[in-house]
């Protein structure tokens, strides 16, 4: 997590994991008070997260959840750790949609080095249909193993012997 490895408090860690996994700080079993500076510092750990993006290591179930945080709903722009809300935060100048069609030009580069290392069959169809992959990974973040495995048993009838 990303507030553990900037070395931020445990209640911004608290915090940062709680979003991570749509709860709320409660559901841990802490009430917390946020003090200014903090709130600030989760909305800059958010930010830090996209460069998690441009490394081919990340998994892709987590560069898919990062890009939909960035490009989400737009009724969802107004909450208050929308990638908008952040980039607004961090950098009172920066427009958002700026940021975000920068972040288009790089996201296809950066998902083929993650998909350097697959079957070009499957890193074709993920690159095609993005988000039927991210939708696959979400419901099962084991798809892309399954999936090699089946094809692996199943003879390619397209294939010369």
């Known amino acids: 997590m990303a507030a553990l490895r900037n070395g931020a408090g445990a209640r911004v860690a608290l915090a940062a994991e709680s979003l991570a996994v749509g709860k709320s700080?409660?559901?841990?079993?802490?009430?917390?008070?946020?003090s200014t500076e903090e709130v600030v510092g989760l909305h800059?750990?958010?930010l830090d997260d996209l460069g998690r993006?441009?490394?081919?290591?990340?998994?892709?179930?987590?560069?898919f959840e990062l890009l939909e945080w960035v490009f989400t709903d737009p009724e969802k722009e107004g909450r208050p750790f929308s990638f908008r809300a952040c980039v607004r935060l961090y950098q009172r100048t920066c427009d958002p949609e700026l940021a975000r069609d920068m972040l288009r030009r790089l996201v296809g580069e950066w998902l083929r080095?993650?998909?350097?290392?697959?079957?070009?069959?499957?890193?074709e169809r993920i690159l095609r249909e993005p988000q039927w992959a991210a939708s696959q990974l979400h419901r099962n973040p084991q798809w892309i193993n399954e999936e090699l495995r089946r094809r692996g048993r199943e003879p390619d009838l397209f294939s010369m012997p």
Not at 53 to 63: F, I, W
């Open 25 to 34: 700080a409660e559901d841990f079993g802490e009430a917390i008070s946020w």
């Open 44 to 46: 800059f750990i958010l």
């Open 113 to 123: 080095e993650s998909l350097a290392t697959l079957p070009a069959w499957l890193a």
């Open 53 to 63: 993006l441009a490394d081919p290591r990340t998994p892709l179930e987590e560069k």
